[in-house]
């Protein structure tokens, strides 16, 4: 069973810097600052976190969703300095009241719904991994917060090999996104520096860029299409499926899609709210001989 990734801090419970490295790692400080340093502060242990009750609660009909102790403080903060001096501190006052975690596109739309009818905010996840602010849950006045995590749609589902084109589930992890392409000798070819913990619904929804990346440079250069479940639709209340299609060959037919992966990142359109599949150009894995 994969390890659980840590509430606080990059990677997964029981993974860090032996006391070797972190020795090493002190001296070079110690040397460069010209000083003695000891620790300021030490890491949150999670039965260190007192939450508040939940202010909604999930009903029996949505089994994804849970408002368990770990899962709530895991999906309070991202990766930027400020949630960093937050989690030290032990302030998670902003953890959201339920988590979601469906596993199709069906759950993704009802528990959207749900969150209508009970008042609550609702947070993409994605791996958690930004530092930029936007996964810590924002109530801005409503009852509730529901954050949603898509890791249970993390599958390649088709593989175009003629036209190098792969629909992929939003929640797909790099790692596990780039394994289910190598068999064919595929590959997506783009690179984050949060590769390994961070989504393709995130990368998305934020227009990431990759190391890798000698052509195309940002990961809205690969999208060909996406479905997506918004909270909106007349009466607003109710979820909506949005599909947009594109050619990477003509720009003309690129504007639909570009726009809304451009509006996503600023929480214009809804995609970002819940992102359920994309078609993604990809590559051919070769090697080179230098």
Not at 269 to 284: H, S
């Amino acid at each position: 069973m994969e390890r659980r990734l840590k509430f606080y801090g990059w990677g997964r419970e029981g993974e860090g810097l032996t006391a070797e490295e972190e020795a090493f790692v002190m001296a070079r400080a110690q040397a460069r600052f010209g000083t003695a340093l000891k620790e300021g502060a030490s890491a949150p242990r999670l039965e260190d976190i007192r939450l508040e009750a939940p202010r909604v609660a999930v009903p029996a009909s949505l089994p994804f969703c849970t408002s368990e102790h770990y899962d709530r403080v895991a999906h309070t903060h991202g990766k930027s300095y400020p949630e960093l001096v937050r989690g030290l501190a032990r302030d998670y006052a902003s953890a959201p009241d339920v988590v979601a975690y469906p596993r199709n596109e069906a759950e993704v739309a009802a528990v959207l719904d749900w969150a209508g009818g009970a008042d609550a905010t609702v947070t993409p996840f994605g791996g958690g991994s930004s530092v930029c602010g936007g996964v810590e849950p924002k109530r801005n006045g409503h009852k509730g917060a529901l954050t949603i995590d898509l890791r249970h749609l993390g599958q390649v589902k088709e593989v175009d090999t003629t036209s190098r084109a792969a629909l992929i589930e939003g929640g797909t992890y790099g790692p596990a996104l780039e394994a289910q392409l190598r068999p064919r000798g595929l590959t997506l070819r783009h690179f984050p520096q949060s590769f390994e913990y961070s989504t393709l619904g995130g990368w998305i929804a934020t227009r990431g860029g990759g190391h890798f990346a000698t052509l195309y440079t940002h990961i809205d250069d690969f999208v060909e299409s996406l479905r997506t479940v918004t909270p909106f639709d007349v009466p607003f209340r109710n979820s909506s499926y949005v599909d947009w299609r594109q050619l990477r060959v003509c720009s003309a037919l690129a504007f639909p899609v570009k726009s809304i992966v451009a509006k996503t990142s600023e929480h214009v359109v809804a995609t970002k709210r819940m992102r359920r599949k994309f078609w993604l150009g990809i590559e051919m894995v070769t090697e080179f001989e230098g």
